[in-house]
């Protein structure tokens, strides 16, 4: 089973973890941005901003833009990628969301990374939905990288770890089951 780690989004809880990578999601219609997108641009002096209004970020699902961060911030690499409209998010864009996010990195050889699940930085999913998706992608947790870290305030910290806690029982029990 994977390790849950968390961050609160906070710049300075952002500031004291150890990670190459920090993933953010931006909405195609949401301006200014919000969520971690929102942390990272006032950091980045509105550079992420400047980048939508020129039409570089769009917000597309299937997007994702990888820049240089380390000057601004403790990580070597932020990536944005796209949700599409905030109206017509859905299962299918998180799950599409999280496996481009999950597919950069491993193409980048990441072994650490801050993630915002997607969607959860306005947050337009529930938490346990989300915890759902993830786990379904993620699999039975052999995952090569050593810690995903993943942005959630403590209400939504508690509402996935007892999400995932729950399913490790459920699969526990069917696993009984069957013996």
Request: charged share 30%; hydrophobic share 40%; glycine share 10%.
């Amino acid at each position: 089973m994977i390790d849950l780690r968390f961050v609160a989004p906070d710049l300075r809880r952002l500031d004291e973890v150890t990670a190459e990578v920090v993933a953010c999601g931006v909405f195609r219609d949401t301006r200014p941005l919000t969520g971690l997108a929102g942390l990272v641009d006032w950091r980045l002096a509105g550079r992420l901003s400047r980048l939508a209004k020129q039409g570089f970020l769009v917000g597309e699902v299937g997007e994702v833009l990888v820049m240089p961060i380390r000057a601004r911030l403790p990580f070597d690499k932020l990536l944005a990628f796209g949700l599409g409209p905030r109206a017509s998010f859905s299962d299918e864009t998180f799950r599409r969301a999280l496996e481009r996010v999950l597919d950069s990195l491993t193409g980048l050889s990441v072994k650490k990374a801050v993630v915002e699940l997607p969607g959860r930085g306005e947050p337009v999913i529930d938490p346990e939905r989300a915890t759902d998706i993830l786990l379904d992608v993620l699999g039975n947790g052999n995952d090569e990288r050593e810690a995903l870290s993943f942005v959630e305030d403590g209400d939504g910290q508690k509402r996935i770890e007892k999400q995932a806690l729950d399913r490790r029982r459920n699969a526990l029990r069917a696993q009984g089951a069957r013996t």
